[in-house]
């Protein structure tokens, strides 16, 4: 992590959320650490998983083709988004 402390991950697995404007987003290899408090995801994996992000003044736009599947907005140093976990 940025402080130089190391925390134990306790599972990895696959997460589904539900954004903001109704889709799913589904993120596979999620590592679940405790003692983190936010969630965090990576621009990375979301590349490889071929999704295109988008970062400008202060907004997130994530796509997949011509679908937007979430929005977010830059809080201090980090853009945010809102979703919620979907248990179907």
């Known amino acids: 992590m940025g402080n130089h402390v190391t925390s134990k991950i306790v599972?990895?697995?696959?997460?589904?959320?539900?954004?903001?404007?109704?889709?799913?987003l589904v993120l596979?290899?999620?590592?679940?650490?405790?003692?983190?408090?936010?969630?965090l995801i990576s621009v990375g994996k979301l590349?490889?998983?071929g999704m295109n992000n988008q970062f400008g003044d202060g907004k997130w736009k994530l796509s997949r083709?011509?679908?937007i599947v979430a929005r977010?907005?830059?809080?201090?140093?980090?853009y945010c988004m809102q979703g919620k976990i979907y248990k179907g």
Not at 28 to 39: F, S
């Open 47 to 49: 590349d490889d998983a």
């Open 28 to 39: 596979k290899e999620v590592r679940h650490v405790p003692e983190i408090r936010l969630n």
């Open 11 to 24: 599972g990895i697995g696959e997460v589904t959320l539900t954004t903001q404007n109704g889709n799913k």
């Open 65 to 67: 083709g011509s679908m």
């Open 72 to 78: 977010g907005k830059k809080e201090g140093s980090l």
